[in-house]
């Protein structure tokens, strides 16, 4: 991937953080995208580790990052734009910012929160991914990956904004896919299950007293961000050349178990 550009959003930890640190391990220039300021510490980490002695590619190379609320609409239209002007181009594009909103039953689904859901997981993820088509099918070259959810078919209970917002991004993969895979750019979903991610552990805390619940999976485990960031990477990558429209699930089979889900318990 060196000489590559690769945005990638909601990167100050977690899944985002992983997939940033592998891209730039495998050559990328990569330019990190969060709302949170601690992004900018990550970008400086990568950047030590890529500008050292082992580094795995030239120091040019380094990440940078993009403070960016992507659900402000005005700064969202703003990021591609400044990726652009600041490297010359954009080569890869990871939308992985996403907000699970509040724990709400269907009836007391508040119209606000579910705007603001849509805005960041679904809405963003589009603007974004335009923006970014229209400089790759310039070049007739460019990789798109757009991180879904196993949520989409296996809905838990009181996440009705945050299934509806990864279902209908696993729609517009598709439907991207669809128009730009003939202009030279392919667009890919990958669909994680149960992470262990700062995410899925307050998430944990807010449900149970004790986190160390067993994982709904056929492997018994929680899975790593690491792991998800190698199916990213396999995707934005040439060896996935012939691979457009897809969604691969990275959750352990969990789609196959018949184990109770923790998050949906009381």
Avoid at 80 to 88: D, M
Avoid at 161 to 174: F, I
Avoid at 177 to 185: C, D, F, Y
Avoid at 205 to 218: C, Y
Wanted: hydrophobic share 50%; with cysteine.
């Amino acid at each position: 991937m060196r000489g590559r550009v690769a945005v990638v959003t909601g990167a100050a930890r977690g899944i985002g953080r992983a997939v940033a640190t592998r891209l730039a391990a495998d050559g990328a220039a990569v330019v990190l995208v969060d709302r949170n300021e601690a992004v900018a510490d990550v970008a400086a980490g990568l950047t030590v580790s890529r500008s050292g002695p082992a580094a795995a590619g030239p120091a040019e190379a380094a990440a940078t990052y993009l403070v960016a609320d992507l659900a402000d609409a005005a700064r969202c239209a703003s990021v591609i734009p400044e990726v652009v002007a600041r490297h010359g181009r954009v080569d890869m594009l990871v939308n992985n910012a996403a907000f699970l909103g509040r724990r709400l039953s269907f009836l007391d689904t508040d119209l606000d929160d579910w705007r603001n859901v849509l805005d960041i997981n679904l809405t963003a993820a589009m603007v974004l991914g335009r923006d970014a088509a229209r400089d790759m099918v310039a070049r007739r070259f460019g990789a798109i990956v757009n991180i879904t959810s196993i949520q989409e078919d296996l809905p838990v209970s009181a996440h009705t904004s945050y299934v509806a917002s990864k279902g209908g991004l696993s729609a517009l993969t598709r439907a991207m896919a669809v128009e730009l895979s003939p202009l030279g750019v392919r667009v890919n979903a990958v669909a994680p299950g149960v992470i262990d991610s700062p995410s899925m552990g307050d998430t944990l805390r807010e449900r149970h007293a004790d986190t160390s619940v067993t994982p709904p999976t056929l492997l018994r485990r929680f899975g790593r961000p690491e792991e998800v960031a190698a199916a990213v990477a396999f995707l934005c990558s040439d060896a996935a050349a012939f691979c457009t429209g897809a969604t691969l699930h990275v959750d352990a089979g969990r789609r196959l178990s018949r184990y109770p889900d923790p998050l949906g318990e009381k």
